[in-house]
């Protein structure tokens, strides 16, 4: 596609719900990221993948956040037993991984709201 | 770990006239680079300007340019002859010189354009 594509762009949930929020990269694009973005602050990493595999994983905040890349294309990021903590934009990224400083484009992201 | 800083929570300009953003970093690294990201009330993060750590010459984008102090690791953005649509968020960013390397980010500068 032209862009980064996230969806849902907005998702409401109870707390102790399972929810799934799904990464489009730009075709051809090999390295994928994703971030969280708190009310008022910066964006956090997450995780990082490479192709399908998953280097970095440093970021996820706790067992309950997973991730995972299939076709080397689309992503998904499960988060299990929602708390009212993960209540965030989560904002996924992509780039064309040619060499050191390469542009990451980011898409529109996703609203999580946990009641 | 590498962290930015950025101590401005808000700032406001009148249309047509200067603003300087501040933005400062910490790293052992001895090569890098340096981005301001752009976001705008669509959440979409949008790449204003990069800047390569062994390169002295700052960089510009039009009315976007830096002043990049590597010593005192410095890096800020100027916005001449502001426009309304400058309205947004603006996240400054490090990325190590390796391929792939995740950004980390500053917790942003809300900035207004007023008439």
């Known amino acids: 596609g032209a862009g980064v594509s996230q969806s849902p762009s907005n998702k409401v949930t109870e707390k102790g719900k399972d929810v799934e929020l799904r990464c489009d990269p730009i075709?051809?694009?090999?390295?994928l990221y994703w971030y969280r973005q708190r009310l008022g602050q910066g964006l956090e990493f997450l995780i990082y993948?490479?192709?399908?595999?998953?280097?970095?994983k440093s970021g996820l905040p706790s067992d309950r956040f997973s991730a995972e890349r299939t076709g080397e294309s689309v992503s998904t990021l499960t988060i299990q037993r929602t708390q009212q903590e993960d209540s965030a934009v989560y904002l996924c990224?992509?780039?064309?991984?040619?060499?050191?400083?390469?542009?990451?484009?980011f898409g529109s992201g996703t609203q999580l709201s946990v009641l | 770990a590498q962290t930015v800083t950025q101590s401005q929570p808000e700032m406001s300009v009148q249309e047509a006239e200067t603003v300087t953003l501040s933005c400062t970093y910490d790293?052992?690294?001895?090569?890098?680079?340096l981005f301001w990201y752009k976001q705008p009330p669509s959440r979409q993060m949008i790449l204003v300007i990069r800047?390569?750590?062994?390169?002295?010459q700052n960089a510009t984008e039009n009315r976007f340019s830096v002043n990049f102090q590597k010593a005192a690791k410095s890096f800020s953005l100027k916005i001449s002859d502001s426009q309304l649509g400058d309205t947004a968020m603006y996240f400054c960013?490090?990325?190590?010189?390796?391929?792939?390397?995740?950004?980390?980010f500053g917790t942003g500068t809300r900035l207004q354009v007023t008439l």
């Open positions: 990224a992509s780039s064309a991984d040619r060499g050191p400083g390469e542009k990451l484009f």
């Open positions: 790293t052992s690294e001895s090569n890098y680079y």
């Open positions: 800047q390569e750590a062994y390169k002295q």
């Open positions: 960013a490090f990325m190590k010189h390796e391929p792939a390397s995740k950004l980390t």
């Open positions: 993948f490479q192709g399908n595999s998953a280097p970095d």
């Open positions: 075709s051809g694009h090999t390295a």
